[in-house]
């Protein structure tokens, strides 16, 4: 798989990739990538209902809102490449719904923390930043750029600690890679070669700033060298590339413990938050954007599943009919689900 | 007198020192292409260009650290934080270098840089992202704090930051940013109020009576000094009459005004909006009983936000800092002691 | 019983809770191969492997994540800072990390970990490593501080800091680290003495009284404890008989130790080491005063240190911090009032 | 000149490099190197009657001593090259005292100012980590690690802003590479393509760790191509090697202005501090130190002088005991000098 550089970003990636050559030797689960594809659809659709929930202003969800669209088939395939009774674990920013998601974390739960209710996974305290799920080995999205990457770190120490064969994934943005704690945490990574496997989710831009005008190397995977930590650069947008990529990475990483960077080119539909969505032309053109859906993760697993005959049109049609009314299900758990009892302010802070 | 909403008033003083004094930059994200997150500085990129508004990667400590540097080598660097919670991964750079060069090269250099930004509780941002944090900042020799109340001060204090020799952090209450004037009027006639006259600051260190009063003293600052002020229209109709002092500047901190009020008042309440253990209203309470002692007809009061991380969810957020009400039963524990 | 130096009783805790706990391991800068930078885990890496005494690059925001993290999974890190003072190009792991998490995520997750490290000033280190900044960890819900200021509590607080479930933050007296047992025997007898007990701990949140008297009541924590076991034997001398109240945890505050020996004494003087202004003594004299208001027969007396970044030479060092003199006239100001 | 690796620290060096092989086409200007020389000698001097004075604990001199004794030849070669009238500046970490007497300040301010005197050049209130000159455009030394780094963006900026032609030299140890806010800082500087020369200091330990045992990847300098920053690593012991290679780089940052990394390979000769002499073997063996004592920047820099009939045995004698004299007489004025009167304990806080 070749490396990726700057100036071949996911938007522009021919199609050429798009199609089943990307698919390595390894027959084709169709049970699997059906599986994903179903998960891509169910969390498009249960994000685009929040995008709408937020927009109402109805249901209780308030602050930033920060939406997967377009870059769902990276937590699906890396997640879905995990094994909790390994001790497999992950850790994620505020861009958060996709991972619990994709890891089979109750949306109710999620729709309900989304919208402050005591039903929430984080029982209304966190939002839709401060998703977690600690059964499924979900430690949490975090609102501080660059903040949940220390914290893989000990995440990762904990698994080598306990002489555990895990890997603790760790999501995050291109803007996180120039935060300090970045590079504090990738250089101990590596110095005690602790399974971590750094998922860069590469979507061109943090809010407004184009990778060009934040990283002085725009090769961002490449600076990982500077750390001697291994790495690649995949398409983002493929399911097949994602999963069988992580796939990889996972066992080797199980077979000889170091940590391991791999980014993820992809982009972001929808404006940084929910908020921001009148904004994106600032920095970005609707060509730009509609260029980019031409990629779309949700239609290049359609696409792979029609060529393999693992769907058909009718089944896609109930998959997304499907998807939505789960959603709209959530969001009617959410509205009837209370808000958190006033009790509920003082507990939590110790344990 | 111009009426204009609080965050039209900090963009006014970062024009009109940007124009008067071309040592003056604004460096941070978003701050110039995007127009600033909040919009605070929008338009100035393509007015005053790509060296005086300076969009960064997302690198607090390198922000932090080039306005210092930028700041000992004479220009007057404005750094904005997109909220001030993101000071903390530069606290480093703004406590133990900002603050303490002066002193420990025993007064070569000055360092004359604002950082400012957004504080405060807002519309469920929850535990990251609600802060205010006055007190990390005010417990520092070294630093000036300042955290504008009102329009009028929202541009006379950042003016006068901007023209300080040493590094002021000015804390602007999002809270209040997008009150229209005629909110700003309801609340009180005038408040929307802001000064024309470019020359116009507001000296860092003093504070203000926002309100006259006689039967109580409120201390506050920031959007709690507009809840203060909301609570004193409560009490009037109940025929107390409360008044209100805006600190403006925490450090340094102007006691003197407060006293002064105590004493014909004989009864205070502090009300700050975030934990109130260990924070900034706990100085000034212990400052007003030691040094009003024989005035204090009763014990003061504090008024402060639950001692939690902020919650997401409106039904908790709203429990967890002060409105009127509180301040207003506070009152009435005041008044009804002795 | 036995009878150690400070220093003696903090690697005591180490190693018997290193022993007892196999979750808990040390982290930080030098602590394993170099011994511990004043050697404090002496021997430590030879008898307990690296996994459990791990040496990292200077990245202290790196070593409390791993902290945060490990203590997530379950893990108890003790995360050595080489002084506290570095802790602030990690602040931000701190306070809105390791502090937020349990809340932020609805208590699904808990964080049993350990920040610990010498702290204040000690013989000429100057502005940037001469700090107690209990306030910052202080302003903090979500974290617990503990300020041990004898050799027993330097043992007991660790303990039960390494045994809690929340992360602790234990302030380490730099300044009577290396007090020999008769030292401490000199300023009260018996001061030396820890128990040998390995299930020993002091429970956070537990003020005591660690001299008796009947005059005026001495609050403080940490070094300043000594200060004021120091006065109150100048203080005897005149006849004047002051009760020492020793904090040792800050948060959670135990206000009841205190507020009882104020009932009795009805003059209250606090000591800290550091800056005043916006410092712990105030919280601790607001409260006084807000909760013991008409048993107070004096104005609350604050002693703290100078306001200023902390001076190299020695003759100006002398003079920002409290000395026994100090908080002797605060005594005499207290005892002249009303 | 050749990039350097991790295997071939300054220690291990060939004495091939020694010779005046090292010295380019030019000129071997005698009357610089000479100045140079003398310099570096009165440094070690200087410093070496501090760790007596230290020692003694009779001078005022507490806290922590950080002596550059083996590393002289970087702060002399690389000051050397600045050209104060055109703005050339520079800034360092608490190891400072070489940096102030190779920029010419006056040394018994810092004898004073190491003693903690009222004539020390920070009035007495920095102390040995904390020597600057304003004048001479010395921004200071720092005692956090890696503290003084993000300081160097702001300098080299205000180069920039003020359409300067000078460049910033930021002088840090390999520690600090650790710190988040050199990453940060660096990136930064090649981003808005600021001129500082960014100076590693690179004498294979910070305190009792090594390289290897704190980096994940021991070729430190090529750790900048992460920010796709120009880089070179030299022998920091060798005064031609440093110098010129310094002046070539300050007058292409001039031409060009963008951040250069310039790693010297040295070795430090004292303990960390001078409290921690005794500590040493912990971490590396007597005979290293002795080793790495034979390329003493001193020897090396006299052997070139002699070759070049620059100077001749006899001169090297006197150069010595001026250099001591020189020392004495500041530790003599600071011991005539008042210590800080009490009023100053409250001044300097705010301008
Ligand atoms: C330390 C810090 N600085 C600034 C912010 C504000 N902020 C939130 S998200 C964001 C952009 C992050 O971009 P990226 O890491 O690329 O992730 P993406 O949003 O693209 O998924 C910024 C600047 C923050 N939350 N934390
Ligand atoms: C943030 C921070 N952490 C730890 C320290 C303690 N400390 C002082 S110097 C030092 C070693 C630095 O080594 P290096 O950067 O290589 O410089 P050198 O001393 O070798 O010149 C350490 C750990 C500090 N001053 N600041
Ligand atoms: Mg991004
Ligand atoms: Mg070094």
């Known amino acids: ?351 | 007198m111009a009426k204009m909403r609080y965050i039209d008033a900090l963009t006014l003083a970062l024009k009109e020192e940007i124009e008067r004094d071309p040592n003056v930059f604004i460096v941070g994200e978003e701050v110039a292409q995007y127009n600033g997150t909040i919009e605070v500085t929008k338009g100035f990129l393509e007015k005053y260009g790509p060296l005086r508004l300076v969009d960064t990667p997302i690198s607090e400590a390198g922000i932090i650290g080039l306005g210092i540097g930028a700041a000992m080598a004479g220009l007057r660097p404005v750094c904005e934080m997109m909220r001030m919670d993101f000071a903390l991964p530069a606290y480093d750079q703004i406590a133990q270098h900002a603050a303490k060069i002066r002193y420990m090269f025993g007064g070569q250099f000055k360092v004359p840089m604002v950082v400012r930004g957004p504080s405060g509780v807002v519309n469920q941002l929850s535990a990251q992202h609600s802060q205010s944090l006055e007190t990390l900042f005010c417990h520092c020799p070294g630093l000036k704090v300042v955290t504008p109340a009102t329009p009028a001060d929202a541009k006379g204090l950042l003016k006068a930051a901007i023209r300080d020799d040493n590094p002021v952090i000015v804390l602007e209450a999002l809270k209040i940013h997008f009150l229209k004037p005629d909110q700003w009027d309801h609340i009180q006639p005038g408040l929307s109020e802001v000064p024309e006259d470019p020359e116009f600051v507001t000296p860092l260190g003093q504070a203000q009576v926002l309100r006259e009063g006689k039967d109580v003293t409120l201390i506050s600052y920031s959007t709690m000094s507009i809840t203060c002020l909301r609570a004193a229209n409560l009490l009037a109709q109940e025929g107390i009459s409360a008044e209100v002092v805006d600190l403006r500047s925490l450090l340094p901190l102007d006691m003197a005004t407060p006293l002064a009020s105590i004493k014909k008042t004989h009864r205070a309440v502090v009300v700050q909006e975030q934990w109130g253990l260990y924070g900034c209203g706990a100085e000034i309470s212990a400052q007003i009983s030691e040094r009003a002692f024989y005035d204090l007809d009763a014990p003061v009061q504090r008024v402060a936000g639950a001692f939690v991380p902020m919650p997401y969810s409106k039904a908790l957020e709203t429990l967890a800092y002060p409105n009127e009400n509180d301040v207003v039963a506070a009152v009435k524990r005041a008044l009804a002691a002795k």
């Open chain 1, 1 to 351: 798989m070749a490396k990726g550089t700057a100036e071949a970003p996911a938007t522009e990636a021919g199609d050429a990739e798009i199609s089943a050559n990307t698919v390595t030797e390894k027959p084709f689960d169709r049970e699997k990538y059906r599986r994903f594809y179903e998960q891509m659809v169910h969390i498009r659709e249960f994000e685009e209902l929040c995008a709408v929930a937020f927009k109402k202003g109805t249901h209780g969800i308030g602050g930033y809102l920060h939406l997967y669209s377009g870059e769902e088939a990276i937590a699906c395939g890396i997640i879905g490449a995990l094994d909790r009774s390994k001790g497999d674990c992950f850790i994620g920013h505020y861009r958060d719904h996709g991972y619990a998601l994709a890891a089979g974390s109750d949306p109710n739960e999620v729709m309900a923390e989304i919208c402050g209710k005591a039903t929430g996974c984080s029982k209304g305290k966190g939002g839709s930043m401060h998703i977690c799920d600690a059964a499924r080995g979900f430690y949490g999205g975090y609102g501080i750029v660059g903040g949940n990457v220390p914290i893989a770190l000990g995440l990762g120490w904990a698994l080598k600690y306990k002489k555990l064969d895990g890997v603790c994934v760790c999501f995050f943005g291109d803007g996180s890679m120039n935060q300090g704690g970045f590079h504090e945490t990738l250089n101990m990574a590596q110095l005690y070669r602790v399974p971590v496997l750094f998922v860069l989710e590469n979507n061109g831009y943090a809010m407004g700033t184009s990778i060009e005008r934040s990283h002085a190397n725009p090769n961002l995977a490449s600076r990982v060298e500077s750390y001697a930590m291994k790495y690649d650069t995949i398409d983002g947008q493929n399911i097949v590339t994602v999963h069988e990529r992580a796939t990889e990475i996972v066992e080797e990483m199980r077979r000889n413990p170091a940590p391991f960077f791999l980014e993820c080119k992809t982009y972001r539909y929808h404006g940084h938050g929910a908020a921001d969505e009148a904004k994106q032309t600032v920095y970005r053109s609707r060509e730009e954007i509609e260029q980019a859906k031409q990629r779309d993760p949700l239609v290049i697993a359609e696409r792979l599943l029609l060529e393999q005959g693992a769907i058909n049109d009718e089944e896609i049609e109930r998959i997304r009919k499907e998807a939505l009314a789960a959603a709209e299900a959530s969001l009617k758990f959410s509205d009837e689900s209370p808000n958190p009892s006033p009790d509920e302010l003082l507990k939590d802070v110790y344990a």
